[in-house]
């Protein structure tokens, strides 16, 4: 039940205090895309090099938030609704403390996209990671489509559930123009843009 005798208590300091602190900006990349597109891949490399070059980045997971924070979620539209609000909150809190946040959700519709823009304000952008539904298909590398086609699986993106293709993401990785390592190179070049504190 929701509780009503609660107020919003602020601190004494402000998000540019916090962001100067890790010298960076909070930026959210939200990694859009089929299943098998390549999001968890290049969020994994990305994260490690971001790393590498001292920046605080934190990867949030679609399929491993599915193990805690959302594991009472399924994969009807309410729940995906759900596990996609629940996931922009984390996001927004994580770039209101100056987080470089690489977060991978399917995310099919543009709805729950916008929502995810709502929540996390400035600092998100939306990344789509694309490859055809065939290249998924073939990719495969959980074998979730050959399950999906067996009817093992309900409501899958692109095989029995709808996938919307953004409209005017801020960034497209064409993984089958690009391998891994030019994806990663592109994405961590338009997040230390962003990321940059003036
Ligand atoms: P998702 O997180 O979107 O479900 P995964 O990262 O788990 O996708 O799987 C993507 C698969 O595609 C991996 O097996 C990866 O090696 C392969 N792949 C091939 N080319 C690329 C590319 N350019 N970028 C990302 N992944 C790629």
């Not at 959210?28 to 999001?39: I, R, V």
């Not at 979730?144 to 990785?173: C, D, H, M, Q, W």
Request: include cysteine.
């Amino acid at each position: 039940m929701r509780s009503e005798n609660i107020s919003f208590h602020g601190g004494k300091v402000s998000r540019n205090e916090r962001f100067s602190v890790l010298g960076q900006k909070g930026v959210a990349a939200w990694m859009t895309g089929l299943s098998a597109s390549g999001k968890s891949t290049i969020a994994v490399e990305t994260e490690k090099v971001l790393i590498g070059m001292g920046k605080a980045v934190y990867r949030l997971d679609g399929d491993n938030l599915r193990h805690g924070l959302n594991s009472d979620l399924g994969f009807s539209e309410k729940d995906r609704f759900e596990n996609i609000r629940r996931a922009a909150e984390v996001c927004a809190l994580f770039v209101d403390a100056g987080f470089i946040v690489l977060a991978s959700f399917i995310s099919p519709l543009a709805s729950m996209r916008s929502m995810a823009k709502e929540k996390i304000g400035d600092g998100f952008i939306e990344v789509y990671v694309k490859a055809d539904p065939e290249t998924c298909e073939k990719r495969d590398p959980k074998g979730l489509y050959k399950k999906a086609r067996a009817g093992e699986i309900p409501n899958f993106t692109g095989v029995t559930a709808p996938y919307e293709v953004p409209r005017s993401p801020a960034l497209v990785l064409d993984t089958e123009e690009h391998s891994i390592d030019e994806c990663v190179r592109i994405l961590v070049d338009k997040i230390l843009q962003l990321s940059a504190l003036k």
